[in-house]
């Protein structure tokens, strides 16, 4: 199996991390700065509303980094990151071309999400069952095409070698 094939799902991971940044984004910025959020009236000073914004993006930020996916694909989650280790040699230029694929397609996923839901002008969301037909939609269609990478990925690893144990340590006396 190539390394173009073996990488696709931290390159998928890459699209989720951003994807789910920017869905982040969008809920903590609508219920932070929409006319018709409780949060809004609750927390009248704008000021107050943007350093919460920024603590939850940040926490948001801290989840993903140190997720499971976040450690396997290194969340890098921005062009310009993907970028950098190209340039200092830490990525095959295309393991960096198949990161930046999936940073866009993220990122441009979760733009339509923000699109398909509108808000009006008293602050109400309209077409958010759309939103979850696609997302339920979206999660079907990651998991038919995850499913045969993990298969594939579990049938190379079953027919590895499996690399002898460590020997125990021996107690010092």
């Known amino acids: 199996m190539t390394a173009r094939l073996v ?17 982040s984004a969008c809920v903590f910025g609508t219920l932070l700065g929409a006319p018709g959020s409780p949060v809004v009236s609750a927390v009248p000073s704008p000021l107050v509303r943007r350093l919460v914004m920024g603590v939850l993006m940040g926490l948001t930020l801290i989840a993903i980094v140190h997720s499971s996916w976040g450690r396997r694909s290194g969340a890098q989650m921005n062009p310009a990151f993907t970028l950098t280790f ?7 230029p295309h ?17 339509l999400a923000g699109v398909i839901v509108v808000q009006t002008a008293d602050g109400h969301l309209q077409r958010y069952d759309v ?7 979206a999660m079907a269609a990651t998991i038919a ?8 990925v579990m049938r190379k690893m079953a027919a590895a070698p499996q690399a002898p144990a460590p020997p125990a340590a021996v107690a010092a006396e």
């Open 86 to 92: 190209f340039r200092l040699g830490r990525s095959a």
């Open 131 to 137: 939103l979850g037909y696609v997302v339920v939609g």
């Open 7 to 23: 990488h696709w799902p931290e390159y998928l991971i890459e699209a989720a991390a951003l994807g789910s940044f920017m869905v």
């Open 145 to 152: 095409l995850m499913y045969p990478i993990h298969r594939a």
């Open 95 to 111: 393991d960096a071309a198949g990161y930046i694929v999936a940073q866009f397609a993220g990122g441009l996923a979760s733009s």
